[in-house]
Structures are given as C-alpha cells and as structure tokens.
C-alpha cells in the first residue's frame, strides 16, 4: 500500500506565482518523521525539511513554507514567488519506528516554472 | 564538512560485465542506505546497514545484487553480472539516529549513473 501519495505528477506555474506541492501520507504509528527533498535536474537529492509527528507547528523559511495537518494526513508544501531555479523534482518521504529507519518516498512532483 | 562521497559518477559498461560503485558515508553516521531510481519505479531502497550489519535487503532485485560495508566508512554495491535494465542512477545516503532513537535525516551522494549496453 502506498504510504506516502504525490497526486500532483506534474506542475507548472508561470515565475512569481504561488504553487504549493501535496503529499498525503499513511501510518498507524502515533511517533513518525515527515521530509521533503529537491532533486534539481542536476540529479541531487538535497534535503529541505524535517517534521516530527507531535510538532504541528507551520514552517516558514524565506520562500518556502510548510503546513502539517495530522487531520487529514497531509504535509504540504508551498513555494511563495515561484523562481526558475525552484524549477526540480520534490519528493516526500515518511519514515515511522515499526519500520525501523527506513523512508517511504513519494512517486515525486516535478515543478516546472516559466520565465 | 564532507557530504556523502559516490563513486564513480558515471559508469558505462557492457551487458555481463561486473560493476562496482562505491559509497563513503558522512563521518560518524550510523546507518548507510542505497537506493535505485528509474523513471519507471522511481526511487526504490534496495539494502541498508546499521553500524555496518546490513539490517535489510529485501529490496535488492535479485542475486546479482550484493552489498557490504566492511567499516563504518566504506560501502561498496556490486552488481555481477550486469544486464541492461540495471540503468539507473545509485544513490548511497547516511544518517544518523536522532537523540530520541528515531532516524534522522537521510543525506544523499550525488548518484552514480550507471549505463548497462
């Protein structure tokens, strides 16, 4: 069963919009970790963010912000003024004790923005 | 600091042929993981060790496939033979275990890409 769902496959938006990114995840556990990654087409995996499970709190950092909502399972991103260089592959992961450290990834959202 | 060290970056060979690809973990992290992406499976965990004992390996494809990790700084992935749908790009990350025993972040290398003919 898929843990963590990327819906959006594709997204593009023109530079100066707002676009937020959807993950929507899946665990019975009660303590689990939520992360986000860019893979720029340069093909690194650069980390972004990391949340715990009982830290609600919404994330702000310069453009990016993040809101973590354990009603609804979801842990979405959104990118304020979009940028060409925020042009990449965004992936979520989740990561819970019962199995042990390892992530489920995401099938991935690639962003595409447009001068 | 060093990030995660991968190599080669790329790496061309034939059908048959053995390949190895080389990881270096960040100094001092506990557990080293490997990866496979493809466009058609995306990113994919095929083994991971803990303090350099592989704890699981179920997502290592078939017996070719074979990893170590003989020090706590050294990681080597082998694939023997190759076949052409082994392309992908490897990646190898490390983390450590956060102060409340829970996985800290993964930090990834910068991926070998791995071209099977």
């Known amino acids: 069963a898929q843990k963590v769902t990327q819906a959006q496959t594709e997204i593009s938006v023109v530079e100066k919009e707002d676009v937020t990114l959807d993950c929507v995840y899946e665990?019975?556990?009660?303590?689990?970790?939520l992360f986000w990654y860019k893979q720029p087409p340069s093909g690194e995996l650069v980390f972004l963010i990391r949340?715990?499970?009982?830290?609600?709190q919404n994330e702000i950092s310069g453009r990016y912000s993040w809101n973590f909502q354990k009603s609804t399972s979801s842990f979405n991103f959104t990118i304020t003024a979009s940028q060409v260089v925020d042009s990449a592959v965004y992936f979520c992961?989740?990561?819970?004790?019962?199995?042990?450290?390892?992530?489920?990834f995401g099938t991935g959202t690639s962003l595409t923005v447009i001068p | 600091d060093a990030g995660v060290i991968q190599s080669p970056r790329h790496e061309v060979t034939e059908m048959g042929q053995e390949v190895t690809l080389r990881c270096k973990p960040i100094s001092g992290h506990d557990y080293l993981f490997w990866y496979r992406q493809t466009m058609m499976r995306g990113l994919e965990l095929l083994i991971y060790f803990n303090n350099n004992v592989p704890i699981d390996d179920s997502g290592m494809p078939e017996d070719r496939f074979s990893a170590k990790m003989p020090n706590a700084s050294f990681s080597t992935l082998k694939i023997q033979p190759s076949e052409p749908r082994d392309s992908a790009v490897y990646f190898c990350?490390?983390?450590?275990?956060?102060?409340?025993?829970?996985?800290?972040?993964?930090?990834f290398g910068p991926g070998t890409r791995l071209t099977v003919l």
């Open positions: 990350a490390s983390s450590l275990v956060g102060a409340d025993g829970y996985t800290d972040t993964q930090y």
């Open positions: 992961a989740l990561s819970y004790r019962r199995t042990g450290n390892q992530f489920y």
């Open positions: 665990t019975r556990d009660t303590t689990y970790y």
């Open positions: 949340r715990n499970s009982f830290d609600e």
